[in-house]
Structures are given as structure tokens and as C-alpha cells.
């Protein structure tokens, strides 16, 4: 999911020029200066004068009087910097519940301090969370004050285990493959069909055995799949989807 030639370190301002820039281009295919200044709520000479710098650096294709795009290393610089603040607020939001909105804000804050080792660390505390069977992610400070017992969490877990365990088995039975899973649903990859080639190429974006993989959006429409896998979004086809088998979180 990216190229192993170190990427060059930014400024947290150029960072949030670079997110901007990628998230125009994939909400717009397009971007232009003017779009990037109404984002970011600066002038458009200060946006020029970015762009200057990040042409110069390699990370964007910048013409003053064509649209702005991304090099494949600006790219690869872009989707980390996007990771970052996707874990981050997944983190506030389903770990420490916080309002999306607030998350939002400290995400936007936090994203340019951390290093990549603390977000692969939250990314594993995260899963650990997701898959323990006493669902950690649903607690809340009600709960945590007033909690003196733990038998009843031991045998609320030990039913979710066995019905989870009854939902995987079931699902791995029927064949569901990620083509089928639900939409916002999280789902383990058990298996991948297809070539060595085809599975090399999966296994680049993280689609691989084990990987927890949620569903973000089914575009009907262009017989597209959207996903999240460890911050990182994909988009795969429908009939790439359907050759990976996967059982329910």
C-alpha cells in the first residue's frame, strides 16, 4: 500500500494542503486553487505559494493556469497522511466515544505529531478491541463508575463468542465473499481465489488472510466496492471482491 522509498517530511501546514488536494481529486477528480483556498479558509496567493513547494519537492503537478494533481509520491504521502487522521478518529469515536464532531477537530490536530509506529500500535488496540467478545468499544464512563462486578460481562462475552462463532461457521459454509458483506459492516478475510499474481496484487492493499476489512460503500452503479483496511481506503471490483471469502467480525 504505498512505495518504500522514504517520503519527505512536511510541515503540518503542507500536510493539510496535501490532504486537501487528495481529497478534492476524490471527491471531484479535480483540483483547482481556488478550491483548495475555500477549503482551507486562506487567500489564494498563500495557496500558490504552497503549491510552489510542493512542486518543488515532487509531490504535485502544479501549472498555474492547469488543475493541480498529484504525483504518485505525493500520492503515496497523501494516503498516509489521510491514514493518520482516519485511525485517529476511529479511535475517539468507537474507543473513547467522543461527538464526531469533536473527534474530528482533535483528529485534525493530532494526525501531524504522531509517528507511524503510535498508529500501527492504535491500529492493533483497535482490532483487539473489535474482536474481544466483551466489546470493549461500547464502554462509557456510566459504566466504568458504576460497575463492581464482572460475571455478568464474563457470560455476556461468552455468548457473544459462541454466537459469533456460529455467524463465521455459517457464513464460511454459504461462501459470503467481501462482494456480499453488508454495507458498513466489518468482515475477516479467511481466504483469497485466484492466480499467485492476483493474490500478490491483493495482498499489496492489505487484502490478505486475517485482515479486518469494513465495507465504507457498494457502488452499484460502477460495480464498485469501497473499503477501509487499517486506515487505508480501497476500491476494488465487484468481481475482485467476489473471489474473497470473508466471515463476520
Known amino acids: 500500500m504505498g512505495s518504500s522509498e522514504p517520503l519527505p517530511s512536511l510541515t503540518s501546514a503542507m500536510e493539510d494542503y496535501l490532504e486537501t488536494i487528495y481529497h478534492l481529486e476524490q471527491e ?13 479558509g486562506v487567500k489564494m496567493s498563500s495557496v500558490s505559494s504552497a503549491l510552489r513547494s510542493l512542486g518543488a519537492k515532487g509531490l504535485i503537478e502544479y501549472d498555474p493556469h492547469q488543475y493541480i494533481a498529484l504525483t504518485p509520491r505525493g500520492l503515496a504521502k497523501a494516503r498516509e497522511i489521510v491514514r493518520k487522521h482516519e485511525v485517529l478518529k476511529r479511535f475517539l469515536t468507537r474507543v473513547l466515544q467522543l461527538k ?19 498508529i500501527e500500535k492504535l491500529i492493533g488496540f ?31 462475552a461468552r455468548k457473544r463468542a459462541r454466537a459469533r462463532d456460529k455467524a463465521q461457521k455459517t457464513a464460511l459454509a454459504k461462501g459470503l465473499t467481501l462482494a456480499g458483506a453488508d454495507m458498513g459492516s466489518q468482515v ?15 495482498a ?5 488472510n486475517a485482515a479486518i476489512v469494513e465495507i ?5 452503479d460502477s460495480g464498485t466496492i469501497h473499503a477501509n483496511i487499517k486506515g487505508y481506503h480501497i476500491s476494488l471490483s ?9 466471515k463476520p467480525v
Open 28 to 40: 471531484r477528480r479535480i483540483a483547482r486553487v481556488r478550491d483548495i483556498a475555500k477549503k482551507l
Open 100 to 118: 464526531d464532531s469533536v473527534a474530528e477537530d482533535n483528529a485534525c490536530r493530532m494526525e501531524h505529531h504522531l509517528d507511524p509506529e503510535v
Open 126 to 156: 483497535m482490532e483487539f478491541m473489535e474482536m474481544c467478545p466483551v466489546d470493549q468499544t461500547r464502554w462509557t464512563e456510566v459504566v466504568s463508575e458504576s460497575c463492581d462486578d464482572c460475571v455478568s460481562c464474563l457470560d455476556t
Open 188 to 202: 475477516i478475510v479467511e481466504n483469497v481465489k485466484g492466480t499467485a499474481d492476483f493474490r500478490k496484487r491483493l
Open 204 to 208: 499489496k492493499e492489505g487484502l490478505e
Open 216 to 220: 465504507e460503500k457498494q457502488d452499484h
Open 238 to 246: 465487484v468481481t475482485d471482491a467476489s473471489k474473497i471469502l470473508v
